[in-house]
């Protein structure tokens, strides 16, 4: 049911925050030399490697960080050259543009690193029916050393936590799937709100639960935590 998350690493410096003497754990540092940022991610969180599936394998929360060099990414396709080069265009002008990926609408946004501007949005499925994801992405273009580089920060949720969580919103649609859980189609609701949006609108906006409180809360401090050098 899922699909491959391709995570392209660059130098990666992981660091523990925790000090003899210090307050309560911060959480670790991830520093990319070479597209020039730093980031830090709280305590719970699991760095995913390279060959990683998104989300998480382990059911926690999970952060993908993938970097690639603009000029070096394919010609077409998702996360190609000319979509990267078009959202840079529109993120320099202030504006959202087509995104990169299988995004809610209603998620989507621009947001300001300080130095330059990011793409936020939500992911809940990609390419087909039986796809259930739960993924926030940040997606920004640093320069260093007269190259730019694309960098998507993923922050997944594991699967199962949340459909457990959130039954009202799944269903088995044995024809297709199975006997997995899928989202309920706007079909099958006999509502006017897609069911990606009426879950971002009633549970992810609301942030009431213990899981969307902690989603929500490590994305933050994730964002805010950027740094470029």
């Known amino acids: 049911m899922k699909k ?25 540092s991830y520093t990319n030399e070479e597209a020039g940022f730093k980031l830090t991610f709280p ?10 599936l998104v989300p998480s394998s382990t059911g926690s929360i999970a952060l993908a960080v993938r ?22 265009k529109n993120l320099g002008k202030g504006e959202l543009g087509p995104g990169l990926d299988f995004e809610e609408e209603k998620s989507e946004k621009i947001v300001s690193l300080g130095k330059l501007n990011a793409r ?25 050393n007269d190259k730019t580089y694309q960098v998507v920060l993923n922050l997944s949720m594991p699967d199962e936590k949340m459909i457990e969580a959130f039954p009202a919103y799944f269903h088995k649609d044995s024809a ?26 009633y549970e992810v906006m609301a942030n009431e639960h213990p899981l969307i409180k902690e989603w929500n809360g490590a994305f933050k401090e994730i964002k805010e935590s950027i740094k470029f050098n």
């Open 43 to 52: 305590e719970g969180v699991e760095l995913l490697e390279p060959e990683h």
């Open 120 to 144: 936020e949005g939500m992911i809940f499925a990609r390419f087909e029916i039986c796809d259930v994801t739960f993924e926030r992405i940040l997606v920004f273009y640093p320069k260093k």
């Open 67 to 88: 970097v690639d060099s603009v000029d070096a990414l394919e010609e077409a396709g998702l996360y190609s050259k000319r979509m990267a080069e078009e959202v840079m």
């Open 176 to 201: 297709n799937c199975g006997d997995e859980l899928v989202w309920i189609q706007q079909a099958e609701t006999g509502e006017n709100m897609r069911i990606f949006s009426k879950f971002h609108h």
């Open 4 to 28: 491959s998350f391709l995570i392209i690493g660059l130098s990666v410096l992981l660091v523990g925050c925790n000090q003899e003497g210090s307050q309560a754990p911060k959480g670790t």
